[in-house]
């Protein structure tokens, strides 16, 4: 007997190609939006991966991405074959329209070829939606009619460039198509006018290479500097101000229309459709108006000059949004200043784009493998520090040219079964949970055993052997980096952890201070509550350039009372004991040398405050918990935490390639086991609702 169980709504998967692009990258966020999965090809030509790395942070979704482009029929076959394919948004494609006038074969064989490419394997693996993106230019000059401003979709074609001969042509191989197996196929012909704007978040934009051809790029890149004035091309059309009109369109407005097109395709009754909407808002507006409503987006008069008309430049492009709004049930919502605004926003928050100086992908566990990235921040600086996806892992801090920390060339390294979590972030339970047993709500759980008889750092569900999403790399400040990665740790795999936590991990690089500040947050988006603790496990070794062990570092540390062991169960006791190891206001520093002292003790700030909270980052002041030195690279390091406790591991069972005492760690974190033990088990445990916060800093000097 068949046995029914209810059905969740099937995800719809749809590949987007061209989706790291100005107009894909809103789009997809919009289709996430939207509970749609997505699937991104893009050969990156005039755009950026970093447009999805971001698009990960914002929607927090995983977005799977292919560096393919859609001529090489045969790689592009291998994205049909892994995935079951439910529609397809075609964005890829050369759109300048004067370099098309200069490299019209370039634009013929790219955008042509790829289209044909892209169709013929829709035909092979029966996928039969799709969106395309064409454009207001296969009207051509619609004011040669003359009733045809607003522009509706019957007005007669007769584009004026190549750019826009391959969007007529492209048309017209979808009727063609259509024709020939009109049962098969539903195409939605989406004609754009001008997309203006960007995301209101700030994250994702439009990223022109070179010279921008476009008003409001070129507009931007003025009023940030990078170019003198904008050129206005001509004032003698026949206008209200002697400039030409066009229906500028909000990003987000656009990026809409393709979802309201793709439910149309899902929900039509035909069997089979191929039909043309514009994409307008129906209103025009002349470039100086543009200009003022940007001038007032960005609080001042950017220079402009009239100049002579550009080539192939018509007086009008407005649209006739009607069919869109009565059958697609879209219209646009915003205007002409939002865009302003949003762009203004994107351009102050990036005014290089994605593209940053100082900011290196140093290299990748295989090529055009982008979720295995190490990306180094502050590139030709004094202080370097490289981050990889792998567990948003530390991989090197270099300090005036010279790494001080420990951390492997590629990923391999970092996947060897006797880790020693060597710059990893440390999650969801850093550190021992004894016996690898806790109750929470009632419910036993038993970890994995993985240290003597306890669970240590988590066991297999560990952080450090998960790929996280990102990074969102900004520049905010000078000489400030950020990057942000961001993990969905649904657990559901081993079960050991309750619920499902997003949880981001926050660097902060100043390379004019020598600051590494790392914020860890998370959020229980699933389940009622969880135990959580987390670190950063970088082995530091000061004096690395010179010698293979930190032998002779100089240690001092905030506190020297620390958790006493139950040293046969490497588990604490409860109680609290004071150990041999130099404080602040000690005469002389710990020193360490080859063999001793061996630590591996956790330390307790303050004993008698009492820790609930279980977002330290927000309750608690940043502290002060250790100072090292060398006297012979005379490098410095001061770790500061808003953590009540912190681990001290001079690495005497370091493995996994490295010896003993090549690095010692100190790890911020709250107290050891501590869901096992009463009065510290409150900081340990998120429920629903709360955020789990914590910060560490990594001061050199
Ligand atoms: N303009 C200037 N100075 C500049 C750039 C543009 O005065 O530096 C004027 C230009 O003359 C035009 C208006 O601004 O009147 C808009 O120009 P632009 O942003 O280049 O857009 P369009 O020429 O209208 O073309 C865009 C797309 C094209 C698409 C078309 C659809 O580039 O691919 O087909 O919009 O309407």
Redo the contacts with the bound molecule.
């Keep these: 007997m068949t046995q029914h169980t209810p059905t969740q709504p099937q995800k719809k998967y749809v590949l987007v190609t061209g989706g790291a692009g100005y107009i894909g990258s809103h789009t997809v966020a919009e289709l996430i939006e939207n509970g749609y999965e997505c699937i991104v090809v893009d050969n990156l030509d005039n755009s950026s991966y970093e447009s999805v790395s971001r698009l990960q942070i914002l929607t927090k979704h995983k977005i799977t991405f292919y560096h393919t482009d859609l001529c090489d029929k045969e790689e592009l076959r291998k994205i049909f074959v892994n995935h079951n394919i439910d529609s397809v948004i075609h964005f890829a494609g050369l759109?300048a329209?004067g370099e098309s006038t200069q490299i019209p074969l370039k634009y013929y064989r790219n955008n042509i070829l790829g289209t044909l490419a892209l169709l013929e394997l829709m035909q092979e693996y029966h996928v039969e939606k799709l969106v395309f993106s064409s454009?207001?230019?296969v009207y051509g000059d619609a004011t040669r009619f003359p009733d045809m401003i607003p522009i509706p979709e019957e007005c007669p074609l007769g584009p004026t460039n190549p750019?826009?001969n391959t969007k007529y042509t492209i048309e017209k191989i979808l009727n063609d198509l259509y024709e020939s197996e009109k049962k098969n196929w539903k195409f939605a012909i989406l004609r754009?006018?001008?997309p203006i704007g960007a995301h209101p978040s700030g994250l994702i934009g439009e990223d022109p290479l070179g010279i921008p051809?476009?008003?409001?790029p070129?507009m931007a890149q003025v009023a940030v500097g990078r170019r003198e004035k904008?050129?206005?091309?001509?004032n003698d059309y026949d206008s209200r101000d002697g400039?030409?009109i066009?229906d500028y369109i909000h990003v987000v407005d656009l990026a809409k229309g393709h979802i309201a097109a793709l439910k149309y395709l899902d929900n039509t009754k035909s069997e089979g459709l191929c039909r043309e909407w514009n994409l307008g808002s129906g209103t025009g507006s002349t470039?100086l108006e543009v200009y003022r409503a940007f001038c007032d987006a960005c609080g001042d008069d950017i220079p402009y000059e009239i100049t002579g008309r550009?080539a192939g430049?018509v007086l009008n492009?407005t649209a006739k949004p009607d069919r869109a709004t009565n059958e697609l049930h879209w219209k646009t919502e915003l205007n002409v200043a939002d865009a302003c605004k949003d762009l203004w926003k994107w351009t102050t928050e990036n005014p290089f784009g994605y593209q940053l100086k100082g900011v290196v992908d140093k290299f990748a566990a295989q090529k055009d493998d982008f979720e295995s990235r190490f990306i180094t921040l502050g590139e030709g600086t004094k202080f370097e520090v490289t981050f990889a996806n792998l567990g948003a892992t530390i991989v090197d801090i270099k300090v005036d040219g010279q790494s001080v920390v420990l951390g492997y060339k590629d990923e391999a390294g970092y996947l060897q079964e006797d880790t020693a979590y060597i710059g990893a972030t440390i999650g969801r339970y850093a550190n021992r949970i004894a016996k690898g047993k806790y109750t929470l709500n009632g419910k036993e759980y038993q970890l994995t055993i993985n240290n003597g008889e306890n669970c240590n750092h988590g066991g297999p569900s560990t952080f450090h052997t998960k790929k996280f999403m990102g990074p969102l790399v900004q520049n905010p400040k000078k000489d400030i980096f950020t990057a942000e990665f961001l993990l969905l740790d649904f657990g559901k795999e081993l079960n050991e952890f309750p619920g499902d936590l997003i949880i981001h991990v926050k660097y902060i690089v100043n390379v004019a201070e020598k600051t590494l500040d790392i914020e860890y947050q998370a959020e229980l988006v699933n389940g009622e509550a969880t135990p959580i603790n987390m670190t950063n496990h970088t082995y530091f070794n000061l004096n690395k350039v010179n010698k293979e062990t930190f032998a002779g570092t100089e240690l001092r540390v905030a506190s020297a009372r620390s958790l006493d062991m139950d040293m046969k169960r490497v588990v604490p006791t409860g109680k609290i004991i004071t150990r041999e190891i130099a404080t602040f206001d000690s005469s002389k520093p710990t020193v360490l040398g080859e063999k001793t002292p061996d630590y591996d003790y956790a330390f307790v700030i303050d004993e008698n405050e009492k820790i609930t909270d279980v977002n330290t980052a927000k309750r608690r002041k940043l502290t002060t918990v250790a100072k090292a030195y060398h006297p012979e690279s005379k490098i410095g390091l001061e770790i500061l935490t808003t953590e009540p406790t912190f681990q001290i591991y001079t690495g005497d069972w370091l493995s996994a390639g490295y010896t003993p005492r090549q690095g010692f760690a100190v790890e911020p974190g709250r107290y050891v086991d501590a869901i096992n033990h009463e009065q510290w088990r409150e900081s340990v445990i998120l429920k629903r609702g709360d955020v789990y916060g914590s910060k560490i800093v990594y001061r050199f000097t």
Excluded: H, I, M, Q
């Design positions: 759109k329209v454009s207001a230019t750019y826009g754009y006018f001008n051809n476009n008003l409001l070129y904008l050129n206005v091309f001509g400039t030409p066009r470039v550009r430049d492009l």
